[in-house]
Every structure is written in structure tokens, then in C-alpha cells.
């Protein structure tokens, strides 16, 4: 956001991390979009008492 603010790129950027990489996007409307992959970390089951 703030290298959007100082016109240092456009309006939708890709961030790259050692975690994975990601979209920001910030339209006119003023909503900031971050958009990246899903991974499957952990699966278990919810047991009740």
C-alpha cells in the first residue's frame, strides 16, 4: 500500500515470500484485495464431550 501511495508501482502488485507469494490489488473503489494460494496445513476431527 504504501509503495502505491508514493507511485512507486501500479495499483496491483505481487509480493514474493519465502511463505508464498501474493497479489494485492487496489481499485479505485478503495477495497485492498490480497488474493494467494491455500495449503493444507493439518487435518483432524472435532470430538465432542
Same mark, same amino acid.
Given at each position: /500500500? +504504501?509503495? @502505491?501511495?508514493? &507511485? &512507486?508501482? *501500479?495499483?496491483? !502488485?505481487? /509480493?514474493?515470500? &519465502? +511463505? *508464498?507469494? =501474493?497479489? !494485492?490489488?487496489?481499485?479505485?473503489?478503495?477495497? =485492498?484485495? =490480497?488474493?494467494?494460494? %491455500?495449503? @493444507? /496445513? %493439518?487435518?483432524?476431527?472435532? =470430538?465432542? %464431550?
Amino acid at each position: /500500500v +504504501a509503495s @502505491i501511495l508514493n &507511485k &512507486k508501482t *501500479g495499483r496491483q !502488485v505481487r /509480493v514474493y515470500t &519465502k +511463505a *508464498g507469494n =501474493l497479489t !494485492v490489488e487496489w481499485p479505485e473503489n478503495g477495497r =485492498l484485495k =490480497l488474493t494467494s494460494t %491455500a495449503n @493444507i /496445513v %493439518a487435518e483432524g476431527n472435532y =470430538l465432542e %464431550a
